[in-house]
């Protein structure tokens, strides 16, 4: 007997592009609890391909919310570097 997934990990024909505004974390966690899945329930080939499918999305978007947020820190960081050496220019 086949196990069912869960509502929230089973891809749907219909299902609309994973949402960008989710956290990185759920991204991972999604994608995780997918390949445990693929794992361990006996699937049809069909919807193996279509779990990974949601899968490789998930890492996707979960890779550009780490990819965002380290091009933020480098500039959080050149500005703290811009502003202490115009201070250290103000004050010779």
Do not use: C, P
């Not at 069912?4 to 994608?31: C, P, Y």
């Not at 361990?40 to 490789?56: G, I, K, M, P, S």
């Not at 480098?74 to 004050?91: N, Q």
Request: glycine share 2%; aromatic share 4%; hydrophobic share 35%.
């Amino acid at each position: 007997m086949r196990k069912s997934l869960s509502g929230s990990t089973k891809l749907n024909k219909n299902k609309k592009k994973v949402a960008r505004d989710i956290s990185f974390e759920e991204h991972v966690s999604h994608a995780e609890k997918i390949l445990i899945d693929l794992e361990n329930n006996d699937l049809t080939l069909e919807e193996a391909v279509e779990n990974y499918t949601e899968a490789l999305s998930r890492i996707k978007l979960a890779k550009k919310i780490l990819e965002d947020t380290q091009n933020k820190v480098e500039i959080i960081e050149r500005r703290g570097l811009d502003w202490v050496s115009t201070k250290k220019t103000k004050t010779k």
